[in-house]
T-cell receptor
Framework: AQTVTQSQPEMSVQEAETVTLSCTYDTSESNYYLFWYKQPPSRQMILVIRQEAYKQQNATENRFSVNFQKAAKSFSLKISDSQLGDTAMYFCAFMKLWNTNAGKSTFGDGTTLTVKP | DAGITQSPRYKITETGRQVTLMCHQTWSHSYMFWYRQDLGHGLRLIYYSAAADITDKGEVPDGYVVSRSKTENFPLTLESATRSQTSVYFC????????????????FGDGTRLSIL
């Protein structure tokens, strides 16, 4: 079984600054995805960024980037130029790359990020 | 509009009552999932389905029943609701990439907030 740990229940950052959210995971799988989801107060689950474990290059989506350390089983999210709209709960999630019972995800407990004006 | 729809958005009921949460997706995705999210925590898998008439238990299945007679619908029933089932429930769907066979990220509904008094 997989586990995902987010050790920072709450974080805050000033608008326009950079913040990094941490995530560690444990798995015996060699092929998998890691995701960061954003959940604003509206409760929607929004996919922010994904990383395939077989790719060495860290994923980037505009202001969002990850630092994927496969050997250390670490997957942090960096948000640059933070905006008020980034205020949300952020979840790290693990999913096997392929599986006959496809697409089950394991989630961390989340980090609540507050961006301050 | 294409997407995944959950109903109702909010529900209040009493202990011992039966309640059914509905989930409908328009993509014809093979895989569908039910998660629960308790206050301050991540999502935990209740049940999932790989296809019509194929369902399986997730991490926290006790007290829940699912069915999937049609690909597009995946209702979740609490047969005799208990206060511990007060939670936000998310439905999700996904598919595998037809070329690679890789799992694809899940698409989530907007959630149902269920309160059991």
């Amino acid at each position: 079984a997989q586990t995902v740990t987010q050790s920072q229940p709450e974080m805050s950052v000033q608008e326009a600054e950079t913040v990094t959210l941490s995530c560690t995971y444990d798995t015996s799988e060699s092929n998998y995805y890691l995701f960061w989801y954003k959940q604003p107060p509206s409760r929607q689950m929004i996919l922010v960024i994904r990383q395939e474990a077989y790719k060495q290059q860290n994923a980037t989506e505009n202001r969002f980037s990850v630092n994927f350390q496969k050997a250390a089983k670490s997957f942090s999210l960096k948000i640059s130029d933070s905006q008020l709209g980034d205020t949300a709960m952020y979840f790290c999630a693990f999913m096997k790359l392929w599986n006959t019972n496809a697409g089950k995800s394991t989630f961390g407990d989340g980090t609540t990020l507050t961006v301050k004006p | 509009d294409a997407g995944i729809t959950q109903s109702p958005r909010y529900k209040i009921t009493e202990t011992g009552r039966q309640v059914t949460l509905m989930c409908h997706q328009t993509w014809s995705h093979s895989y569908m999932f039910w998660y629960r999210q308790d206050l301050g925590h991540g999502l935990r898998l209740i049940y999932y389905s790989a296809a019509a008439d194929i369902t399986d238990k997730g991490e926290v299945p006790d007290g829940y029943v699912v069915s999937r007679s049609k690909t597009e619908n995946f209702p979740l029933t609490l047969e005799s609701a208990t206060r511990s089932q007060t939670s936000v429930y998310f439905c999700a769907s996904s598919e595998t990439d037809p070329g690679t066979g890789f799992n694809q990220p899940q698409h989530f509904g907007d959630g149902t907030r269920l309160s059991i008094l």
